[in-house]
């Protein structure tokens, strides 16, 4: 199916010049390459087949043991100047970078099959949409890709008209972490990726293209491109708010994606429209507005944890024509993980289960999914034109201090909350879990240049015809000295959604405090719920030290990129230590608004 476009077809003789594979396949998306695909990975062991009668066209991929997370300290965002990178980023210099990362790729595909995969991020007709062209040796990073964006004849006409595409080079290689590099050359829209099959490392087109390349691009043409969900919320009397909302890796996108509302509010009309689960771009419209894409067209999620009670949606969707990545298999072959019912045989690593080797799935493992398969899939996620953002929502998983739900004073003041969240690490990432880093509007993996002027391009959005979402912080992670959770979670967060849309419309009045706007006494729908008056006032509290003690923090992390931080930003937090101050010596006066 070779290009008409020439700067593609060189490229891609190039590759072949430099990485000699066997052949070169060039993908046309259609149902019977990834047929092909799936049985020839069947044969050589790459892929293990489920229970067929429980789960059809449902496959296991075990990857290697050491290759099962994102590898942040093995990503580089290579500006030609390192300060455009900005201390968020590893950088390396270009010329560096490519010599290094070329010698790898010498000779890496002798007597495999090189693949073409042109792809396009969004809507195939959508203007806010993009392309790319993955270049890679991995049939499982074909298939992936197939479920995860549009792929194949439609993207490369797309391309050939376009002109333009992202240019992204992968391979397998050995999988050795001492052979393994994922870089981004944002200039040359770029991206080369050696020595992993996993996820954001190896399927190009989700978290190197549309957020590392796409942030550097959104912020030359005045658009965002964010580590978000989108979903829809619509009312009895059938007006649908669609919210975007940032949360670091495994903190609950995917599952706030899919909520299913709590039994009053379906019997009273109200629905969730799934649009996307993980990346979000942004663009303002003509009458002010944001409007968003998903730039993805399936689910990569986390596996544990999803269950018939958390996520009925998510374990529909993938009860047939799923990839699952290193969960674990029952003694009759259908996939599990920690969370659902029944018992594991054998554990990620095909070995038989063992307590003593812990978890039976990796806490990372992962379902790679369509979502047109979803039940709750929008008729609206296909929309060239995306859909309008009410409220853009921020958040973490803060065991501490940070309340059930705060609300931002107005656009900079909503800039600083996401600029400053934090949240306990986990198993998204190769490291340490559980320890509280600060992950900037969840992007801290992912921001292709200088927070610094992240910040700055976020602030600029706040023109005067602007027609801007409100913006929240919310927090579901609050846990009791225990350690058990305050907060219920999962459908029950339908009703910290409600009081913002509550809040949108001018319904609700709050509450204002230092911190933010907190929903007033009884604004919150609690009916149905076992939460006492306590844990109530503990996920609402305003604790004016421990926040004194917060918002000096945030100044030291802001002060880290001066001297590109906004001074903006700078009031801002200035203004929120001032309000804490005049609190703490009127404790009486907490409505102290700044
Ligand atoms: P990435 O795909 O890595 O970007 O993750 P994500 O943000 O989509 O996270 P996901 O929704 O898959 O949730 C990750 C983990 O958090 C799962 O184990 C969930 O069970 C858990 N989780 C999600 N939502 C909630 C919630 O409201 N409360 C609690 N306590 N846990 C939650
Ligand atoms: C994340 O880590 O935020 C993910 C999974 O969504 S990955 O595709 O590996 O980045
Ligand atoms: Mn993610």
Known sequence: MASKLEALGRWVDDVAALTRPARVHWCDGSDGEYQGLLQQMLHDGDLIELNQQTHPGCYLHRSDPADVARVEHL??????????????????????????????????????????????????????ARCGVEITDSPYVVANMRIMTRMGAAALARIEREGTFVKGLHSTGELDPERRFIMHFPAERTIKSYGSGYGGNALLGKKCHALRIASDQARHEGWLAEHMLIVGIENPAGETHYIAAAFPSACGKTNLAMLIPPEGYRRDGWKVWTVGDDICWMHPGNDGQLYAINPEAGFFGVAPGTSGSTNPNALESISHDTIFTNVAVTADNQPWWEGLPGTPATDWQGRPYDPANGPAAHPNSRFTVRARQCPTWSPQAEAPQGVPISAIVFGGRRPALLPLV?????????????????????????????????????????????????????????????????????????????????????GDNMRVLEWMIERVTGRARGRQTAIGILPATGELKLEGLALDQHQLDQLLAVNVAGWQAEIAAIGEYLESFTPRLPERLHQEQRRVAEALASTASSPQREAATP
Not at 95 to 100: G, L, V
Not at 112 to 128: A, F, H, Q
Request: aromatic share 14%; hydrophobic share 40%.
């Open 406 to 490: 705060m609300e931002a004073r107005d656009w900079s003041h909503g800039v600083l909350m996401g600029a400053a969240m934090g949240s306990e690490t986990t198993a998204a990432a190769t490291g340490a879990v559980g320890v509280l880093r600060r992950d900037s509007m969840a992007m801290k993996p992912f921001c292709g240049y200088h927070y610094g002027d992240y910040f700055a391009h976020w602030l600029s959005f706040d023109q005067p015809a602007a027609k801007l979402p409100k913006i929240f912080h919310v927090n579901w992670f609050r846990k009791d000295p225990s350690g058990a959770f305050l907060w219920p979670g999962f």
């Open 75 to 128: 990503t580089f965002v290579c500006h030609p100047q390192q300060h455009d990178s900005g201390p968020n980023n590893h950088w390396m210099a270009p010329a560096e970078a490519h010599a290094k990362i070329d010698a790898l790729f010498d000779g890496c595909m002798a007597g495999r099959t090189l693949y073409v995969i042109p792809y396009c991020m969004g809507p195939i007709d959508s203007p806010l």
